[in-house]
């Protein structure tokens, strides 16, 4: 795999020089600002030992990045092998829990779950920024302040600030310190998720079927931003750059809250809609003779396989 050293370019001028990717500007790229040297050296060493592994193995679903995947088994001479989703939906129970039906026996006892359970369908935001990269307490006031100002419902789950928040927040929501996420995101009245960008987060919701409001924090997280907002179109960016000053108002904040949840509106439909055809790719993919299925049998075979031969190269067969 070769490495190819690109001259200074502006943050929002856009590179073509990524097979299979369609044009992405640079401030989607983090990495390639100068900022993350010691970053984009791992990242570099770990393109450099990729072709050294004896398999590849993607925690992601085909039918979403097939002409990604299709460039790195062109470029590749080991096996590729794409597993994905790599999401608890195994503890949900039978195929009929992963189709919004809510909570079943196994979460019913949660609060958040009752309380979810009275309100409308597709009504509720739920916003989780994850557990790994805080953003400032001024944009979590800015955040707040906005749900305050929308009157969108909305379940907000975030540590160490929660009694705080819930004051500002007002009577429209709930704001929890932990939940299933899976578990909330398929419930009905889940209309759409506020996410950070982290990969496993972003897949639930994509099994899920649900649109995104996008807010990305660092390292792969505009990419993938970019790739929920304009690849996959199934989502609105709220915030547009991985600055962490980047500080984005409540007024801004409130404008795409109602846009985003506002259901009957051109823009409204068609995102839950393409949701919807994503959702259905991704449970596909890990039926019977889902892509994701299929692939991890192939892995197992390849490993039996490659095991066997060991074997009889032992033993002089």
Request: overall charge neutral; charged content about 20%.
């Amino acid at each position: 795999m070769t490495v190819v050293k690109q001259p200074h370019m502006h943050p929002t001028q856009p590179t073509n020089y990524i097979p299979s990717i369609s044009w992405i500007p640079r401030v989607d790229i983090p990495l390639l600002d100068g900022n993350h040297r010691q970053i984009l050296q791992w990242a570099l060493k770990s393109c450099e030992w990729l072709p050294k592994a004896q398999y590849q193995l993607l925690p992601s679903i085909y039918e979403l990045e097939s002409q990604v995947i299709d460039a790195l088994k062109a470029n590749l001479s080991i096996p590729i092998y794409i597993i994905g989703p790599n999401i608890p939906y195994f503890s949900l129970g039978d195929n009929s829990c992963y189709t919004n039906n809510g909570a079943n026996n196994n979460g019913a006892s949660h609060g958040y779950l009752n309380w979810l359970g009275r309100q409308p369908k597709c009504s509720v935001l739920y916003i989780s920024q994850g557990s790994y990269l805080p953003i400032s307490s001024a944009q979590m006031d800015e955040i707040a302040n906005a749900l305050h100002d929308s009157n969108v419902r909305f379940m907000w789950v975030t540590r160490g600030e929660t009694p705080r928040l819930k004051e500002i927040c007002g009577h429209m929501g709930l704001v929890v310190a932990w939940c299933d996420q899976l578990r909330v995101l398929l419930h009905p009245s889940v209309g759409g998720y506020w996410t950070h960008c982290g990969w496993n987060s972003v897949i639930e919701g994509v099994f899920s079927g649900v649109p995104f409001l996008t807010f990305p924090i660092a390292m792969d997280q505009p990419l993938i931003s970019k790739l929920i907002v304009e690849d996959w179109k199934v989502g609105l960016r709220v915030k547009k750059d991985d600055k962490l000053d980047t500080l984005v108002g409540r007024d801004e904040i409130v404008v795409l809250l109602r846009k985003f949840m506002e259901l009957d509106s051109d823009v409204g439909r068609e995102m839950r809609k393409r949701a919807k055809e994503l959702q259905h790719l991704a449970q596909l993919a890990i039926t019977m003779d889902g892509s994701s299925e299929n692939n991890i049998k192939d892995f197992m075979k390849n490993i039996v396989q490659s095991g066997s031969n060991r074997v009889q190269v032992q033993n002089g067969i």
